[in-house]
Nanobody
Framework: DVQLVESGGGSVQAGGSLRLSCAASGLTYKMGWFRQAPGKEREFVARILSAGSTNYADSVKGRFIISRDNAKNSLYLQMNSLKPEDTAMYYC?????????WGQGTQVTVS
């Protein structure tokens, strides 16, 4: 199994920035970020493959940047121009065919 630990969440004003980090105990083919707001279903935010190709949800495209450091088994999410609707628990996920491994989440609140 791969253990994932997120960090970097917090409270920020609209228009601000935050950088989330995810430390993984092992390397996987794909890693990604998901989020879940209160009363809503979990939704995809961004994904990055081991070679570096990325995909983003339309709602964050142009504002968020996903990156990974394979040497450090780490995943990052740079979040810029944050909006109140970005408020959610953010989860790191990893896997090979599917996202089989999940972190505990880190809270992001935008006011």
């Amino acid at each position: 199994d791969v253990q994932l630990v997120e960090s970097g969440g917090g409270s920020v004003q609209a228009g601000g920035s935050l950088r989330l980090s995810c430390a993984a105990s092992g390397l996987t083919y794909k890693m990604g970020w998901f989020r879940q707001a209160p009363g809503k279903e979990r939704e995809f935010v961004a994904r990055i493959l081991s070679a570096g190709s990325t995909n983003y949800a339309d709602s964050v495209k142009g504002r968020f940047i996903i990156s990974r450091d394979n040497a450090k088994n780490s995943l990052y999410l740079q979040m810029n121009s944050l909006k109140p609707e970005d408020t959610a628990m953010y989860y790191c996920a990893a896997g090979w065919g599917t996202f089989a491994y999940w972190g505990q989440g880190t809270q992001v609140t935008v006011s």
